[in-house]
């Protein structure tokens, strides 16, 4: 955590930090964002077809593994034996690894951000839970009432965070049902979005809501935050990307450069 002005900002680390031959997703990538200085750790889930979870981004399976079948479309035991490919889509040593074991690597460590809740809330609700990690975790969904009541169905008790575009259509609604909402995920293409305004992110911060920003490049054609990204920061206008999203008040960044981002607000607490 970094405190800045009187606000507390956190770093995120989307997949884990990987590169070289560590790719993401997997518990060295995770162990990697902690050395470099992460708060928070962010994982997807993809769910087998005999209903194993493991920690996989739903269809990246070609680039990451090579693979033309799906996990979805796999057994556990198919999945046991498929390999990541490292950045020269070289065969590494590393495997999918099952969600409850790597939850369980970083139990009492650090919050995670599970994402892709929705695709099986109540089999990854019932594995946090058996874990005894339901406070440590970031749930979040996108808006929709069928996830909104999954939530309070399997979740109620687990921090959770909806994932608003552009616009907030469902704040009021959501703190009026039995959900531990603890703020939001913002994403926005322009910088005049509702959700990058400040009369809402300090009426946000009244709620004592917190607000999740990407500084991640997942498509450079789906702008996530008004082009304030990685992509910027680390080309050399760190102000420009990064010390826009601090300026703004957004309380977590989450973003590929872990250590760089850790770098760069270090000196901004000096």
């Known amino acids: 955590m970094h405190k800045i002005n009187g606000r507390e900002y956190y770093i995120a680390a989307h997949r884990g930090a990987s590169g070289g031959n560590i790719p993401c997703n997997t518990s060295v990538a995770f162990e990697a964002a902690l050395l470099q200085g992460a708060d928070i750790i962010e994982l997807d889930v993809s769910v087998s077809k005999d209903g194993q979870l ?12 090579m693979s033309e079948k799906y996990i979805r479309d796999m057994t556990a035991d198919e999945v046991a034996k498929l390999r990541y490919v490292n950045q020269d889509n070289t065969v590494t040593q590393f495997g999918v690894e099952r969600f409850e074991d790597v939850m369980a690597k970083l139990k009492g460590r650090c919050p995670v951000n599970v994402d892709k809740f ?3 809330p109540k089999e990854i609700a019932d594995a946090i839970r058996k874990l005894g990690m339901q406070d440590q975790v970031i749930i979040k969904t996108p808006v929709d009432d069928a996830h909104f009541a999954a939530v309070e169905q399997y979740a109620p ?5 909806p994932v608003l575009r552009e616009m907030d259509t469902c704040i009021e609604k959501i703190r009026k049902m ?4 603890i703020g939001a995920e913002v994403c926005f293409s322009t910088e005049d979005a509702e959700v990058a305004g400040d009369t809402y992110i300090n009426k946000m911060h009244d709620l004592g809501y917190k607000l999740y920003i990407n500084a991640i490049v997942y498509n450079y054609k789906r702008v996530l935050n008004a082009g304030h990204s990685d992509d910027i920061a680390v080309s050399g206008k760190m102000d420009e990307s990064w010390g826009w999203l601090v300026n703004k008040g957004f309380d977590i960044i989450q973003t590929d450069w872990t250590g760089m981002l850790k770098g760069y607000l270090d000196t901004l607490c000096k």
């Not at 493991?54 to 593994?65: A, K, S, W, Y």
Request: one cysteine or more.
């Open 54 to 65: 493991f920690v996989f981004h739903p269809n990246m399976e070609p680039p990451h593994l």
């Open 118 to 120: 929705w695709t099986a």
């Open 157 to 161: 008790e687990m921090p959770y965070m």
């Open 178 to 181: 039995n959900i531990n909402c």
